[in-house]
């Protein structure tokens, strides 16, 4: 038995010893493979801490600034449905034609009652002229003849009214009656809505609203939306709700492709200043779900591990992973190698 165990023990000795040529090699090869990188020429950025307005997300709805539901001044029926939604309109463009033949007739008899009291009247200037004719009757054919010219002018306009006009540019968005319907005042018909002044509606917290003020720009995102929009405080309620406690508050925002009324938006509300530090957003690569930067070390590319928060403008911050004073690469990132060696461009 003593001698298997040094018969094993000189094996695994003997084992151990022939290993050591070959760690050794591969170390020597990976060091030879490394220090054969080509040198690659790269711009840096020296790493700080900059200071940012923090804020907090308040959700919000985008809608239109300038909206009608359009109903109409008469009772009659719907003889012509002029739009669909979707349609764009202009200012005083035909909606909708009730049937006006009742308020026609009314017309008719109204200027046959006029011509008459004008007639009259004439008839009775003549008289008076020749003190045929009282004062009293005189002036009592005036007042026929100004009521029968008031009477005509009221159902014309009551005609009028049975054309349906829209009352500013704008787009059908919804279509609530249909041709043989009765219309009536208060009878919704139509909805339309400006597209091209919107605002983000927004119930901000009572803790946050001190922060606002009418006039402030504020950030607002938008998911169709690629970019940051900027929006400008326009109204704030003066009251909170007594439910949710929030103030609601509007932002007037500036026309941008793939706005449209309806759409979900974030706004940020300031609520303090925070410091971090920040790099380009070039110099962050993003590897599954791994993000990393190469920071220049005795003129080597060294990669790092870095968790990064939000984006300012062109730029992001770094939670970890990065000291101020550090240079870190920020072009050709992407093609760098850990350990290669670099030449900063000055």
């Known amino acids: 038995m003593t001698q298997l165990r040094y018969s094993m023990k000189r094996f695994l ?3 151990l010893v022939a290993a050591i040529p070959i760690l050794s090699g591969c170390h020597k090869a990976a060091e ?3 220090t054969e990188l080509p040198s690659a020429t790269v711009r840096v950025q020296t790493v ?4 940012r307005a923090a804020t907090e997300d308040v959700v919000g709805t985008v809608r239109p600034k ?3 539901v359009i109903e109409a001044k008469v009772s009659g029926r719907i003889e012509q449905m002029l739009v669909v939604p979707g349609q764009l309109v202009k200012a005083g463009e035909k909606l909708v034609l009730l049937d006006a033949h009742e308020i026609q007739s009314r017309l008719d008899q109204a200027a046959a009652a006029r011509q008459q009291a004008e007639s009259d009247l004439k008839r009775d200037t003549d008289l008076i002229q020749q003190k045929i004719l009282s004062q009293s009757e005189f002036d009592n054919a005036q007042s026929k003849f100004r009521i029968a010219a008031a009477a005509e002018a009221e159902a014309k306009t009551m005609l009028d009214y049975t054309l349906i006009v ?9 279509k609530l009656a249909d041709v043989g319907d009765l219309a009536a005042p208060g009878k919704p018909l139509l909805q339309m809505e400006n597209p091209e002044t919107l605002r983000l509606e927004a119930d901000v917290p009572e803790a946050l609203v001190g922060n606002v003020k009418i006039g402030d ?3 607002v995102r938008i998911a169709a939306v690629a970019s940051e929009i900027e929006g400008t405080v326009a109204e704030i309620s ?8 929030t103030y609601l508050v509007k932002l007037d925002l500036p026309g941008a492709t793939g706005l449209r009324s309806g759409q979900f938006g974030r706004v940020s509300v300031p609520v303090g200043e925070a410091n971090a530090i920040r790099v380009s957003a070039g110099a962050v690569i993003q590897r599954g779900q791994m993000e990393m930067v190469f920071v220049v070390l005795n003129s080597h ?3 790092r591990l870095v968790k990064i928060g939000i984006r300012v403008g062109d730029e992001v911050e770094l939670v970890s992973g990065l000291d101020s004073g550090e240079q870190v690469v920020t072009d050709n990132v992407s093609a760098l190698t850990d350990g290669q060696p670099v030449t900063v461009k000055p």
């Open 238 to 245: 003066p009251t909170a709700d007594p439910n949710s406690r």
């Open 13 to 15: 000795l003997s084992t």
């Open 32 to 34: 030879q493979k490394q």
């Open 48 to 51: 700080e801490r900059k200071s």
């Open 217 to 219: 720009k504020l950030a």
């Open 301 to 303: 590319a060294q990669m």
């Open 166 to 174: 829209a009352p500013f540019h704008g787009v059908i968005t919804r």
């Open 66 to 68: 300038l909206s009608a």
